[in-house]
């Protein structure tokens, strides 16, 4: 059978897919679609996991956990009789110093996913928790996984009325509900807690940080876009941060991917078009307009400026270190005579098929995707995105909210809420709710990550600070230790550490304890 590769960004952050092609938080379709990118995420159901699991265990080191469950509470803000459900979560105490010395708790905000796949590509948290006495938990969110109210994924996701209890507020009070059990059940009350999260986990540390100070001492926010939001920062910021990671490279590999569109919308248009597209793209089935083929493209460098890590990694495909350079090499590298879809085509297929192994190309199918947030880009997170061809790569695109509302209604029949978040979290004169407000966050960035405009890039205050690496990707620092970290990346995470041992020096202090 031919082995397949599927399209992996129609959205977030996305931290957010082209397998849900009505979804009003598709990726990029920058030609004619209202939709923007998702985070990165992981699917528990495409027909095609088993070759990226195969490429995870293979290369992604194994953690030691318990998996348990916690019976939690559907709706954490009313008092109305509803069904309960199971949420998932992996713990570890090998390295626990206990609650006898105040031994920390370091949990992961789980992000819109299989938490299993965010334990695994969470190697920074695994390799520090020894040197604090750390326990390790890692919850996962609901709605995602194997944490879905109403027995399955077939009720939980039947209608409006069933996800209405997915919200980023009902999940921090799941993880604040599941963070006291575990200390109050192990005489553990008096154990500080420290938060990670990355992308959308990321905006969670930092939201819940915020808003449960009195159970979290401190967050590592990781690419956490938490001013993505309307009205906040300049809705082009996404696209033009995945252009210049191109032009960077090679301004000839910008400027071909730049005249790309309009070669592929005029080939479409031509008698035979689309079949002549369909085999120079080695595509699965037949394609059906040239709006899908654009929105694959876009979502590959989207996703390649996310993961452009400076080693090989498969977090989201199995890709060589430098990617973006290499798909740059492979656009300029064609000889001559070569026309611009096939340079495209041979640029993206770095992204889609690095190994060989794939022999068609799929455009609805997406390892990646998550149809939960679906629904949360169509209720509350709502992050606007726009392009502008003066300044980047992609065809003008602008955000209709109109359309958008629609789209939604039409989806799941509901009206999106734009600036819910933003009155719940703050978000509008950022700076100064901060600093009037909260303490001990790192908001760490990659400037290579296009989320990175979306993302607190100034330091707020003594305790609250940005770290930002120019040549850093998506949540980077939260991977495990390589022998290929450059040593930027080395004394980034070497300060993540001080912070954290300073909160935790600052509360034993308070509480007139020594670690």
């Known amino acids: 059978m031919a082995k397949r590769a599927i399209a992996v960004l ?93 031994g920390p708790i370091f949990m992961y905000c789980g992000n819109e996913g299989d938490i299993e796949w965010f334990a695994a590509n969470t190697g920074f948290m695994w390799e520090i928790a020894p040197s604090f006495g750390a326990m390790v938990v890692f919850p996962e969110h609901r709605y995602y996984g194997k944490s879905m109210p109403f027995g399955s994924k077939e009720r939980a996701y039947k209608d409006a009325t069933t996800l209405s209890y997915l919200t980023t507020e009902q999940a921090l009070a799941d993880y604040a509900e599941l963070i006291t059990h575990l200390k109050r059940n192990l005489s553990a009350e008096a154990c500080p807690v420290v938060l990670f999260g990355g992308s959308y986990g990321g905006m969670l540390a930092a939201w819940m940080r915020l808003k449960y100070p009195h159970i979290a001492i401190g967050a590592l926010a990781s690419s956490a876009p938490i001013l993505h939001f309307p009205d906040i920062v300049k809705p082009e910021s996404f696209y033009n941060i995945v252009s210049n990671d191109f032009k960077r490279e090679s301004t000839s590999c910008f400027n071909t991917i730049k005249a790309s569109w309009d070669a592929l919308t005029a080939e479409g248009e031509k008698k035979n078009g689309l079949k002549r597209l369909t085999r120079m793209f080695r595509l699965c089935g037949e394609l059906k307009n040239t709006d899908d083929l654009a929105g694959w493209l876009d979502s590959a460098y989207s996703y390649l400026a996310m993961v452009d890590y400076p080693y090989p990694s498969d977090f989201l495909m199995p890709l060589p270190g430098y990617p973006i350079r290499e798909v740059c090499r492979k656009i300029d590298g064609c000889p001559d005579g070569t026309s611009i879809l096939e340079r495209v085509f041979e640029g993206v297929s770095v992204y889609y098929n690095h190994t060989g192994e794939v022999d068609c190309f799929d455009l609805y199918d997406d390892p990646h995707g998550m149809s939960g947030w679906d629904w949360q880009a169509c209720t509350e997170m709502v992050m606007p995105m726009t392009s502008n061809p003066d300044t980047s790569m992609f065809p003008e695109y602008d955000f209709d909210l109109s359309y958008y509302k629609e789209d939604c209604r039409t989806q799941f029949k509901v009206n999106p809420r734009p600036r819910w978040i933003t009155t719940e979290f703050g978000g509008k004169d950022i700076m100064t709710t901060l600093k009037t407000f909260g303490s001990n966050i790192i908001f760490s960035n990659g400037m290579l990550d296009p989320w990175s405009g979306g993302s607190v890039t100034q330091n707020v205050s003594d305790s609250i600070v940005a770290l930002n690496t120019q040549e850093g990707a998506h949540h980077i620092d939260l991977r495990a230790a390589t022998a290929q970290d450059p040593d930027w990346l080395v004394e980034q995470r070497a300060t993540e550490i001080k912070l954290i041992r300073k909160w935790l020096s600052d509360y034993h202090q308070a509480r007139g304890a020594t670690i």
């Open 10 to 102: 129609s959205f977030s952050i996305a931290l957010f897919t082209l397998a849900q092609q009505s979804s009003c938080s598709q990726p990029f379709k920058p030609i004619s679609s209202h939709r923007a990118p998702r985070f990165p995420g992981r699917s528990s159901t495409s027909k095609l996991r088993h070759l990226y699991d195969s490429q995870l265990s293979k290369q992604v080191p194994r953690y030691g956990y318990e998996t348990r469950y916690f019976e939690q509470h559907l709706d954490h803000f009313s008092f109305s009789k509803l069904p309960k459900f199971n949420q998932r979560y992996l713990i570890s105490s090998e390295h626990w110093s206990g609650p006898g010395r105040l």
